[in-house]
C-alpha cells in the first residue's frame, strides 16, 4: 500500500517546482495531503477488497461469497479458517462422472450413460484447413444428454394373497416414475454448471 506522503510525492512530480511556491503554493500544498490522505484510503480499501479476494485470506461475508459460488454454506459456528479448507478441497461436482453417480443413485433400474453431444464433431485435418474467406464459425454449446432405462418396474405388488395391493397402489405405476425423473433433474441442476444445458432421455421399455 503506498503512504500519504508516497502518493504526495508522486503528485508533486506531476507539476512544475512554481506550483507550489509563495503563500498560494502553500494552499496548493494543503491540498495536494488532502487529496493524498484521500487516495490513502482508498489504495487500502483496494489492498483489503484484493486480499478478499483469496480463500486463505478471506474473512466474514466475503468468505462466504467464496462458498456460495461454489453451493457451499457456512455450519452453524464454523470459524473461517475451517470453511476455508471445506472451500479450498471441494470435489468437482459438475463433472461428468460425479452427475453419473449421483443419477444411477437414484435409479431404480439399471444405470445411466452420458454422451457430451460435441464429442463425435468431425475434425478437419490439416489438409482439410478452411481459408480466412471460407471459415464456417459456429456456436460452441456444452450441452449433454443422460440416458436412462425405462424406469417402471414390471408390477411387483402381487407378493402373496394376503399382502396384494390394488391396480391403483402397485408399485411401479407411472407415477412413481415422473417424481422419480423431477427428483433427478433436480439433483442435476443442483451439480451441473451454469448455463450447460443437457436432456435426461429413458429408452423405450
Known amino acids: 500500500m503506498a503512504t500519504k506522503q508516497e502518493i504526495f510525492d508522486r503528485l508533486k512530480s506531476f507539476v512544475p517546482c512554481w506550483f507550489f511556491e509563495g503563500q498560494q503554493g502553500g494552499v496548493n500544498e494543503a491540498y495536494f495531503f488532502g487529496i493524498a490522505a484521500v487516495m490513502e484510503r482508498v489504495s487500502l480499501a483496494l489492498d483489503e477488497h484484493i486480499k478478499e479476494t483469496f480463500i486463505c485470506q478471506a474473512e466474514g461475508g466475503y468468505l462466504d461469497e467464496h462458498g456460495l459460488e461454489r453451493n457451499l454454506t457456512r455450519t452453524t459456528g464454523e470459524i473461517n479458517a ?9 470435489s468437482n461436482t459438475t463433472s461428468c462422472p460425479v452427475i453419473k453417480d ?8 439399471g444405470e445411466s450413460t452420458i454422451v457430451e453431444d460435441g464429442a463425435q464433431t468431425i475434425f478437419l485435418n490439416r489438409e482439410s484447413f478452411m ?15 443422460i ?17 396384494f395391493l390394488n391396480r391403483e397402489d402397485f408399485i411401479g405405476r407411472q407415477e412413481s416414475s415422473l417424481e422419480l425423473f423431477q427428483l433427478i433433474v433436480d439433483q442435476i441442476n443442483k451439480n451441473k454448471a451454469c448455463g450447460t444445458r443437457y436432456r435426461l432421455i429413458e429408452r423405450a421399455g
Open 82 to 90: 475451517n470453511f476455508a479448507d471445506r472451500i479450498k478441497n471441494i
Open 147 to 163: 440416458v436412462v432405462d425405462n424406469q417402471v418396474h414390471a408390477p411387483l405388488s402381487f407378493l402373496n394373497r394376503e399382502h
Open 102 to 109: 449421483v443419477v444411477d443413485a437414484l435409479l431404480q433400474v
Open 131 to 145: 481459408n480466412r474467406g471460407e471459415i464456417m464459425v459456429d456456436p460452441i454449446e456444452n450441452v449433454f444428454s
